[in-house]
């Protein structure tokens, strides 16, 4: 006899215990997992790729990436083949995201599996040696981006201010006496800012000796990683060559010394320095016990060589737009004379109450983006999108340009219009995606606030006139070629509003407290 959950009944009137049916079930469970798994993975690797242009044999799509304003063919691409398609790089597949929705969908959303790097030989390899944050993968990555994380936090970066101003006083009082230098003055306030912070020293001219270093770094790093520049990035097995026949190891080589001699120096010298900075914080940080003093001022580096060249370029971009769209500026200007008058320059305690301008400084990042390509990333399993198949290891990339000239979410996008942001759900995507967005994009928001409101405060931005009455002209599309891009040099007029402006610039820049370690003490930055 047996009582209600002591047995059960079976057809052939016996019992069978639990004991011996739980290990079957969990058999055909485990077999019935594997099948499905089987079927999914089947399915999924029996999708196709996406579609993509013709490519020569062997090679590829590398004369196309590598022909002057690439992002204006892959533009034309996501028009042809729709939101994803395929390229191939030598023995590299690319997977370019044409759309908004495409590059959020996959970057952000699954920035689990997308927020790794491709293994890039020359820069990532031969001359980074894998101390480039940028170009790191994995837990070697994660450590570093924690240590990064400490001092570029949104909480952190208010906490620059005071040398934001500093620094933008200067430059706009040397637009007072160089206009038409304003591209170098521009440079001098971005590496400076980033020289302060991260080693405790100005940079008090726009010639300084590591202006002109930081300047040869990025030169070098640009001209090593340009698309089809080595035939080892097209197809890496030809890095087993020896080095007498691997003309790229040479190069990586010198250019990793001069790196390392720059980072080092720098680093050793602003352990030296009487205030607070970043590399004191670096090197005593309990994130990075176990890093090497190399790893350390590479990390310190990398934040100079990024900050120097990136606001920079959004300045001048934002200075051809007014250039062009001259309208924007003076109504910009009428909403920094009736919240700030005339008796001084905008500062922190005016953003709030600065919306338009506000949207100017999303409008000239999305206008013309820095970068017209967001970096690669790499994905780490297999994945589906759209119907297409995306394969383990594929490289990742979202045409930044193309996304922000897509008039489905950015209505007649050539125009230079910041009234689009009245719709505050719209974005841009200047700074990168998901895990690997630009770590210092709080600061960079910071000194485009505070460098823009006071150049449209004091100064009257546009055209230059010949002799003959015409306006000099400037083409919007005249960009360089690169993973930067930036307008190529252009005239333009940069005068002062009027007398009492100028008197302005002068009395708030000799008044300013220019004593970079009173700014920068331990206890400011606590």
Known sequence: MCTVGDCTETPGGGASSPITTRPLSLLISFLAILIAT???????????????????????????????????QQQEWTKKYGPIFKIRFGSHTIIVLGTYKAARDLLDRRAKIYSDRPDLVVCGKHISRGYRT??????????????????????????????????????????????????????????????????????????????????????????????????????????????????????????????????????????EEKGWNWAKVYKNSPLSQGMSELEISYDAGILYEAASDTTTIALEVFILAMVKFPHVARRAQEELDRVVGESRLPGWQDQASLPYIQKVIKE???????????????????????????PKGSWIVGNVWGIHMDPEVYPNPND?????????????LSFGFGRRACTGRHIAKNSL???????????????????????????????????????????????????????????????????????????SFA
């Not at 206008?367 to 995306?390: C, M």
């Not at 230079?416 to 841009?428: F, I, S, V």
């Not at 919007?476 to 009492?500: H, W, Y």
């Open 134 to 271: 940028l170009l790191m993968r994995g837990e070697m990555w994660n450590a570093h981006h924690r240590l990064q994380a400490t001092i570029l936090s949104p909480k952190m970066s208010q906490k620059y201010k005071p040398v934001q101003d500093l620094e933008s006083k200067h430059m706009i009082h040397a637009l007072l006496k160089k206009p038409d230098d304003f591209a170098r003055q521009f440079h001098r306030y971005s590496a400076s800012l980033v020289f302060s912070l991260g080693y405790g020293k100005r940079l008090v001219t726009a010639h300084e000796k590591e202006l002109r270093a930081i300047d040869l770094i990025m030169r070098n790093f640009t001209e090593a990683g340009a698309v089809g520049r080595w035939w080892v990035d097209l197809f890496p097995i030809l890095d087993l060559l020896p080095e007498c026949l691997a003309e790229w190891k040479r190069v990586g080589l010198k250019f990793h010394q001069i790196e390392c001699e720059l980072h080092l120096a720098n680093m050793r010298e602003a352990l």
């Open 364 to 390: 000239t990042l999305r206008w013309r983006p820095v970068a017209v390509n967001a970096f690669y990333h790499a994905v780490t399993e297999d994945d589906e999108y759209l119907g297409y198949r995306i």
């Open 38 to 72: 089987y079927l999914f993975q089947r399915k999924r690797y029996q999708l196709p790729l996406p579609p993509g242009p013709r490519g020569l044999p062997i090679l590829g799509n590398i004369f196309q990436l590598a022909s002057k304003y690439h992002w204006l």
């Open 449 to 523: 606030y505070i460098t823009i409101s006071r150049m449209l405060w004091a100064y009257d931005i546009g055209p230059n006139i010949r002799p003959d009455g015409a306006e000099v002209p400037v083409d919007d599309m005249a960009f360089t070629n690169g993973f930067l891009s930036r307008p190529v040099p252009f005239e333009c007029s940069i005068k002062p509003r009027n007398q009492n402006r100028a008197e302005v610039i002068e009395r708030e820049w000799a008044e300013t407290d220019k004593d970079l370690h009173s700014l920068m003490t331990a206890e």
């Open 416 to 428: 230079y219009n910041p009234d689009r942001y009245d719709d505050e759900t719209l974005g841009y």
